[in-house]
């Protein structure tokens, strides 16, 4: 168990944006769905679940104009679906980030006010569920075809996943694109592809899923690989995947 | 001999697996589904189990 606590947002993605130094509020509420249900000769009121898991999502910021900024990242989503990543435990391989299941954005609001910056603030409705994602690659920049460490889960699952990617930048240098992929593994030697997501080749993000049924073993990894030949590429991503316990 | 079904990453020799064994850098090799391995180490029965290889010419080459 541990605290965390601002300090350790340290990646915001949203459809591959990356929007940490700009955020001040973020939330994620999830809500069950109830209906009254209060009939005659009842003394106390009723409620009733319906089984339903509702999801509200806020963000606050400042304004950036910026390329690649606040503004760019959430200005032309009205009515879209996004992809959203939130690192609550830091940008460590092996903590959990959440990540948002293509909610749709209703809201893009700028803020101005005397005396104040000005603010850019969205709100999302839901689409689908917060997946609570293990980081297996932190945001950074990367170069020559390599994979990250292998990360161990507790077991093997049989009820399938979600893999996210978020890319806030790609230098190709003459590469025609960079595939990464999640892999997985029953002993830490061998590697079979779970997900290969589709080649990046500038600013991306995407969801993938795992159909239930089939096996996901219990160590997971990233690898990512140039296709075509030159120099000096970089690709700067983020990788997680959220196990759906059995 | 086996034939890849899923995309693979394994280790590129028994030399390779020895020294992954040993946690030392060691050499991958990424296989496309439909290539042949030749080489599968102690333990990667699991390839087998899960469909990601096929087992043809009884294993061997």
Redesign the interface.
């Given at each position: 168990m541990a605290k965390y606590s601002s300090k350790d947002i340290e990646f915001f993605l949203v459809n591959g944006y990356s929007i940490v130094g700009l955020e001040t509020d973020f939330e994620v509420s999830r809500r069950r769905i109830t209906r009254e249900t209060t009939v005659l000769s009842d003394t106390y009121e009723q409620h009733e679940d319906v089984g339903i898991t509702g999801m509200d999502v806020s963000q606050d910021g400042f304004y950036d104009d910026a390329a690649g900024s606040s503004n760019a990242a959430l200005v032309a989503n009205g009515g879209a679906e996004v992809i959203l990543s939130v690192a609550f435990e830091g940008n460590t391989e092996g903590q959990k980030c959440v990540c948002l299941e293509g909610p749709v954005q209703t809201s893009y609001q700028r803020g101005i006010a005397v005396k104040e910056f000005h603010r850019a603030s969205a709100e999302y409705m839901a689409n689908g569920e917060v997946e609570d994602c293990l980081i297996l690659a932190d945001l950074e920049a990367r170069v020559a075809d390599s994979?990250t460490s292998s990360q161990e889960e507790a077991a093997s699952s049989t009820s399938g996943a979600s893999g996210y990617l978020q890319v806030t930048n790609v230098t190709l240098g003459g590469y025609t694109n960079c595939v990464v992929?999640i892999?997985h593994s029953?002993?830490d030697?061998?590697?079979?592809?779970l997900i290969?997501f589709t080649a990046a080749t500038d600013r991306t993000a995407e969801r993938v899923e795992v159909a239930a049924a089939i096996?996901i073993?219990k160590y997971l990894r990233v690898?990512w690989?140039w296709t075509g030949a030159g120099a000096a590429q970089s690709i700067t991503f983020m990788a997680a995947m959220y196990r759906i316990p059995d | 001999m086996w034939i890849a079904r899923?995309?693979?990453?394994?280790?590129d020799g028994p030399e390779e697996?020895a020294k992954?064994?040993r946690k030392q850098p060691y050499r991958?090799r990424?296989v496309q589904p439909g290539e042949r391995i030749a080489y599968?180490?102690k333990?990667?029965e699991?390839?087998i189990e899960?469909g990601?290889v096929e087992e043809v010419n009884d294993g061997k080459v």
């Open positions: 994979n992929k892999q029953a002993n030697i061998d590697w079979a592809d290969t096996t073993n690898l690989a | 899923t995309g693979l990453s394994v280790p697996y992954q064994k991958e990424h599968l180490p333990g990667s699991w390839l899960q990601h």
